[in-house]
């Protein structure tokens, strides 16, 4: 098994949703990405910052998971990145309300001694420059380096990120952002474009139509689950991430094959993220879940139909 090296934020979220309102809660990238690997069982770290208000049940719940936490550096009498979001009716499109940096504003990533040879890194949604620090911390070159990202950072740190895409084997984005990043409207042509930016295999998010992956000329689609509520769509995007790379460490396999599998299993573990507010659907998923809902993606999915 391969181990994973996870960065990202551990974060305080606000959201609302047309069903209801929460006050702080868990959140960030690098809780919904590791949340969701753990249950692959590989040997994961998470390197991120949070302040002195972060309560310390936070840390020992993902510990208890099995993930490293000694990356996780906590800034005395720092506070801990805050965002707050609303989300329109449809679910799929949100408005940012709130982007409190905090000790996120001056982090510099420590990779631990044990971690700097991990084979599968995933760079979670931070700023760009974060990102690109944890690569050079790298004593062995990774086998896959996958990064996610978002508009933010398209917004205020483009060279960074052009940078930090440069370096990276697999990108995960969703659609307006691949449009945003490749300045293409079809998504086939922006998966082109950002191919020849760096990335060799390129993971199209759409939300509740799905995913897709480009690779040399390659086209392999997954789709969303069709669910009768969603609840809370934060975190799916991390939450997809942390399925892939759990499951290419997993399986130690980094082949096309092996990824249309690992976006199969990021999309089957994104459906459960979104039934519940924030991190709580995540923290109560049991191997059994997964593997009744893998047999429906199965159904969804699978025809016979003669070709000729
Ligand atoms: P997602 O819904 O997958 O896009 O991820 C939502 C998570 O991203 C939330 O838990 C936030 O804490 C985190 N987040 C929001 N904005 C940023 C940002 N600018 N940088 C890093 N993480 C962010």
Redo the contacts with the bound molecule.
């Keep these: 098994m391969s181990k994973l090296l996870i960065v ?2 551990v ?1 305080f ?1 606000a959201i609302e949703t047309p069903f209801g309102k929460t006050d702080k809660i868990l ?3 690098a ?2 990405i590791g949340l969701s690997a753990s249950n692959f069982n590989v040997d994961s770290a998470i390197v991120s910052v949070v302040g002195e208000d972060f309560p310390q049940e936070h840390l020992d719940m993902l510990a208890a998971r099995n993930i490293d936490i000694s990356g996780i550096e906590i800034v005395e009498g720092g506070k801990t ?1 805050f ?1 707050s979001g609303k989300y329109h009716n449809d679910m799929n499109s949100r408005d ?1 309300l709130v ?1 409190e940096l905090n000790v996120l504003a001056d982090f510099n990533p420590v990779v631990p001694e044990n971690y700097k040879d991990s084979e599968i890194v995933m760079l979670g ?2 700023h760009p420059g974060v990102q690109m620090s944890v690569i050079n911390q790298m004593t062995e070159k990774p086998k896959l380096i996958v990064l996610d990202t ?1 508009n ?1 950072w398209m917004d205020c740190a483009w060279d960074d990120l052009l940078a930090v895409i440069k370096k990276v084997d697999v990108i995960t984005i969703n659609d307006e952002e691949a449009r945003q990043l490749s300045g293409e409207y079809s998504l086939v042509k922006a998966a082109q474009k950002i191919h020849k930016m760096g990335p060799e295999y390129v993971v199209i998010k759409k939300g509740e139509h799905g995913a897709l992956i480009f690779n040399d000329g390659n086209i392999f689609f997954a789709p969303a689950l069709p669910l009768e509520e969603v609840f809370d ?6 939450t997809f991430a942390g399925g892939f790379s759990g499951y290419i460490a997993k399986h130690e396999d980094i082949s096309f094959e092996s990824m249309k599998n690992a976006i199969i299993y990021g999309s089957n573990l994104a459906s459960f993220c979104v039934e519940k507010f924030g991190t709580q659907r995540m923290e109560s998923l049991t191997k059994e879940e997964i593997i009744e809902r893998l047999k429906q993606f199965k159904q969804l999915t699978q025809f016979e139909i003669e070709v000729n």
Excluded: E, I, K
């Excluded at 769509?233 to 991390?238: E, F, K, L, Y």
């Design positions: 990202g934020t974060a979220d959140g960030g990238a809780t919904y990145f965002w940012t982007t949604n931070l978002m933010f769509p934060t975190g799916a995007g991390d």
